[in-house]
């Protein structure tokens, strides 16, 4: 089975924090996604990679970085967390170019309040 | 982004099926309809997808209209364990290399009545 696993299932930061959010997937893909869902706006993209050191910012990149230093891993940095990036942070993963599913599979999230 | 319309909510009782509409009414012709589902405290997973014909699947089946404006994701027989939000996603397989995401909605939120 696909496993893709994130470092923490809840985190307690303060404002003003750096804060790393950790995503490994033991599959091989290429791709690798984070997404932010709130409550009545859905999933919102931030930022993905198709590649070890290539990033793409998605819909909501404000505030964020990432890194990609290996294929399996994938980092999102908050490099001074605010209360407005409290959410549920999703990792995702998925083969690039598999044709027409290109299925993506998810972590568990983890669940950020910045106090 | 060819964007997606689905109900808020719906209510079904168990063992009975479950028909959850989908709107895409700009709909290209590169585009496949996926559907994905989230179920409480996980992240998302995939249920299906299609592009013209329905589909069928060991969880659910995706019956597609003829003009490809809407799309009706099919649970035969609903459990407990089928409550969840379901999102309806079109995905243009026309996009360039490297760039396959996917753009959620807000989905449908599945309430199953025992």
């Known amino acids: 089975d696909v496993k893709v696993t994130q470092s923490s299932r809840y985190l307690v930061k303060r404002t003003g924090e750096k804060v790393f959010l950790e995503c490994v997937q033991d599959m091989d893909h290429e791709n690798m996604f984070w997404y932010r869902q709130d409550p009545g706006l859905g999933l919102r993209l931030i930022y993905f990679?198709?590649?070890?050191?290539?990033?793409e910012k998605g819909d909501i990149p404000e505030g964020y970085s990432v890194s990609r230093e290996k294929k399996e891993r994938f980092s999102l940095i908050l490099e001074s967390a605010s209360t407005n990036q409290t959410s549920m942070y999703l990792c995702?993963?998925?083969?690039?170019?598999?044709?027409?599913?290109?299925?993506?599979?998810f972590g568990p999230g983890t669940r950020l309040t910045v106090t | 982004d060819a964007k997606t319309t689905q109900p808020n909510s719906m209510e079904s009782n168990e063992e009975e099926p479950v028909h959850l509409p989908c709107n895409h009414s700009t709909i290209s012709g590169t585009d496949y309809i996926h559907w994905y589902r989230q179920l409480p405290s996980q992240g998302p997973e995939y249920v299906i997808h299609g592009l013209t014909s329905n589909v069928n699947n060991r969880m659910a089946s995706l019956a597609i209209a003829e003009d490809r404006k809407s799309s009706t994701l099919i649970l035969h027989r609903a459990t407990l364990r089928d409550a969840a939000v379901y999102y309806c996603?079109?995905?243009?397989?026309?996009?360039?290399?490297?760039?396959?995401?996917?753009?959620f909605g807000t989905g449908t939120r599945l309430t199953i009545i025992p």
């Open positions: 990679s198709y590649d070890v050191k290539m990033k």
């Open positions: 995702a993963s998925s083969l690039l170019g598999a044709g027409l599913a290109n299925e993506q599979y």
């Open positions: 996603i079109l995905r243009d397989v026309k996009v360039n290399f490297g760039n396959e995401k996917l753009t």
